[in-house]
C-alpha cells in the first residue's frame, strides 16, 4: 500500500494527463477535460469518505461532517449535549482545477488533492474533526477561456456579476451562455455559498511558483498577503497598407506602436521596484506577412503588493500609451477585465498554520505571492491563510512546473498536524 504521499504524487501524475489539448495541460471553463476532471477527483473524494456536488458554475464540491465523539440527535446537535451547544463550523481547503494552457500539473490541483489525502489519511488513523470540511475544486480561476479570472470562486462566494456573464471567448460565445448550457438551459447567479459566521476559515495549499522557499532551501512557508493585480485588453488600431509600396513615414503601424508600448512598460516595471508588468497574449489583424498590421489586440497585466504603487504605474503606463498613440496616430481602446486589489491574509488562521509549520519543518517564514489565487476571492467569505510549497527553479505556468515528494510530504504533513491542532482547539 502505497503511503499518502506516495498517492498524492500518483494522483497529481493521472490529474495531469487530463487535457483538452493532447501532449500539452490544458483544461479551460467548462470544457470536456475539466468535466473528466471533476469526475476523476469526484471519485478520489469519495474513497476519502466526502460527499460531493458539482455547483452551478462547475465548481466540485467534497464535503465531510463534523465527527462527534458522540453521535449527533436528530436536531443536528451533539446528543446529550443542550440544544444551546453551537452547531459545528465549516473548514474550507480547495484551489482550482482548471489551468492554464501548456501547463504545470500542481499549480491548481496540489490545493486540492493534498487535502483530500490528508482527510483520508486522519479517517485512516481514527482522528474525527469536530468541524465539518468541504475541499473545493474550482472550475475556473487562470482567466484563460475568459479574460477575467476567478469565474469559479466568485460563483462559490456569490460575486458573480451580471456584467461578468457578458465577457465572450474567443468563439464569442459568452460566459452566461456557456453557464445556462451547463446548467440544462437555466442558470441564476448564485448566492454565497455559506455564511461568514459558519466558516472557520479557508486555507490553500498552492505551489509557490516563485524562488524564494528555494533560495531559503525550505519546503514550505506560510503566505502574508497576495499581491493587487489589474488585466486588460488593448486595442491598437491603425491602417493596414501594402509592405512594399507604402514608405516608413506614412505608416500608421499598429505592431510597431504596441511593440513601443510593450518595451515602455517592462521600462516602468524595471524601474518600479516590486512591479511587474506582462503582456501575455496578442494578436495581429490582418496577420498577413505583406500587409502592415492595421490592429493589435493584446493582454496587460499589471501587480504589486502594495495597491497605491500598482495605481500609480498605471497612471504612468497610461500615459505612455497616450504618447505612443499620438505620435503613431494610432487609436487606442482599453477594456478592464480584471482588478483585485492586495489582499492580506488572516493573522489569526496564518499564525495557527506557522505553528504546524514550526512543528514539522522546524521553521516557518512568510511571504508575500505575487500570483493571485483563488483567496483572493474567498477572502470575502472567510478569514484566509496559504501554505507556499516549494517551486523548483521558481518555474510555473510551464510544463516543467516541479515541487519533489519530498516538500509534497512536509505539506502534508503541515496540512494533517494544522487540521488536528484546529480540532483540538474547536473541541
Ligand atoms: O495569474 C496568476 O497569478 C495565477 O496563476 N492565476
Ligand atoms: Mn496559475
Ligand atoms: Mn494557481
Request: charged residues 20%; positive net charge.
Amino acid at each position: 500500500m502505497a503511503n499518502p504521499t506516495q498517492q498524492l504524487v500518483a494522483m497529481l501524475g493521472e490529474l495531469g494527463r487530463v487535457t483538452d489539448e493532447p501532449g500539452r495541460l490544458t483544461r479551460t471553463f467548462l470544457s470536456p477535460a475539466m468535466q473528466r476532471a471533476n469526475a476523476l477527483v469526484a471519485g478520489w473524494m469519495k474513497d476519502a469518505g466526502l460527499t460531493t456536488r458539482v455547483d452551478a458554475v462547475g465548481n466540485l464540491i467534497g464535503r465531510v461532517g463534523a465527527q462527534f465523539c458522540c453521535a449527533l440527535d436528530h436536531a443536528g446537535t451533539k446528543a446529550g449535549h443542550s440544544k444551546s451547544a453551537p452547531l459545528p463550523k465549516t473548514l474550507l481547503l480547495g484551489s482550482h482545477l482548471d489551468t492554464v494552457r501548456d501547463a504545470g500539473k500542481f499549480d491548481g490541483p496540489l490545493g486540492v488533492l493534498l487535502p483530500i489525502v490528508a482527510l483520508a489519511e486522519l479517517k485512516r488513523r481514527g482522528i474525527t474533526l469536530p468541524f465539518h470540511v468541504e475541499v473545493l475544486g474550482f472550475s475556473e480561476e487562470e482567466g484563460v477561456r475568459f479574460a477575467s479570472a476567478y469565474l469559479g470562486s466568485e460563483g462559490y462566494c456569490g460575486k458573480l456579476t451580471a456584467a461578468d456573464l457578458t465577457m465572450r471567448d474567443a468563439d464569442g460565445i459568452s460566459v452566461g451562455e456557456t453557464l445556462k448550457k451547463f446548467n440544462d438551459g437555466k442558470f441564476f447567479l448564485p448566492k454565497p455559498a455559506h455564511k461568514r459566521s459558519n466558516l472557520l476559515g479557508y486555507c490553500e495549499v498552492h505551489i509557490e511558483q516563485g524562488p524564494v522557499l528555494e533560495a531559503k532551501k525550505l519546503s514550505v512557508g506560510v503566505v502574508s498577503a497576495i499581491a493587487g493585480q489589474s488585466r486588460f485588453k488593448l486595442t491598437w488600431t491603425g491602417k493596414a497598407g501594402h509592405a512594399g509600396t507604402t514608405p516608413m513615414a506614412l505608416r500608421r503601424d499598429a505592431l510597431a506602436g504596441a511593440s513601443e508600448f510593450a518595451v515602455g512598460i517592462e521600462a516602468i516595471a524595471r524601474h518600479t521596484p516590486g512591479l511587474v508588468a506582462t503582456i501575455g497574449a496578442l494578436t495581429v489583424s490582418p496577420g498577413a506577412a505583406n500587409v502592415i498590421p492595421g490592429e493589435v489586440v493584446h493582454t496587460l497585466d499589471v501587480r504589486h503588493a502594495r495597491d497605491s504603487v500598482r495605481r500609480a504605474a498605471l497612471m504612468q503606463i497610461g500615459r505612455l500609451a497616450t504618447r505612443i498613440a499620438d505620435e503613431r496616430r494610432l487609436t487606442r481602446c482599453w477594456q478592464r477585465t480584471q482588478e483585485n486589489g492586495a489582499v492580506e491574509c488572516s493573522p489569526k488562521l496564518t499564525a495557527a498554520l506557522a505553528r504546524s509549520v514550526q512543528a514539522v519543518q522546524g521553521k516557518s517564514i512568510s511571504l508575500v505571492s505575487g500570483a493571485g489565487h483563488d483567496a483572493v476571492v474567498m477572502s470575502s467569505l472567510a478569514p484566509i491563510a496559504m501554505l507556499f510549497v516549494r517551486s523548483r527553479d521558481g518555474l510555473s505556468h510551464h510544463p516543467d512546473e516541479f515541487t519533489s515528494a519530498h516538500d509534497l510530504d512536509v505539506a502534508l504533513r503541515v496540512i494533517t498536524d494544522f487540521l488536528q491542532r484546529l480540532a483540538a482547539e474547536n473541541s
